[in-house]
């Protein structure tokens, strides 16, 4: 069974940094293709940033500069590390996975990605 388990969320200031962390079971992260999503509610899910699984990443506009996605082979961990948080980065953020090949138009699609993780909780407080 695939299971996707994120952590690392909680509440900062403007300006300050979280690592989120999204463990996998069931699947080995370095083969398939991972993705961050956050949502607010009453908007859509949407992409963050993507990891290939030959190494190419792809951020979101609004992101670039300051969020950086790597993974830990060993932990079988994806990372999301986020810095100069912003309050519009509150959301809950999602990791993804799918065993599909995404275009790089698609890669922040979540239509994409068929197993997530449960979320975790960004606050980011002006």
């Known amino acids: 069974q695939v299971q996707l388990v994120e952590s690392g969320g909680g509440s900062v200031q403007t300006g300050g940094s979280l690592r989120l962390s999204c463990a996998g079971s069931g699947v080995d992260i370095g083969r398939v293709y991972m993705a961050w999503f956050r949502q607010v509610p009453g908007k859509e899910r949407e992409g963050v940033g993507s990891?290939?699984?030959?190494?190419?990443?792809r951020y979101a506009d609004f992101v670039k500069g300051r969020f950086t996605i790597s993974q830990d082979s060993a932990k079988n961990t994806l990372y999301l590390q986020m810095n100069s948080l912003k309050p519009e980065d509150t959301a809950m953020y999602y990791c993804?996975?799918?065993?599909?090949?995404?275009?790089?138009?698609?890669?922040?699609?979540?239509?994409?990605?068929?197993?997530w993780g449960q979320g975790t909780q960004v606050t980011v407080s002006s």
């Open positions: 990891l290939g699984t030959d190494g190419s990443l």
């Open positions: 993804a996975a799918t065993h599909l090949t995404p275009s790089w138009l698609n890669r922040l699609s979540r239509e994409r990605y068929n197993t």
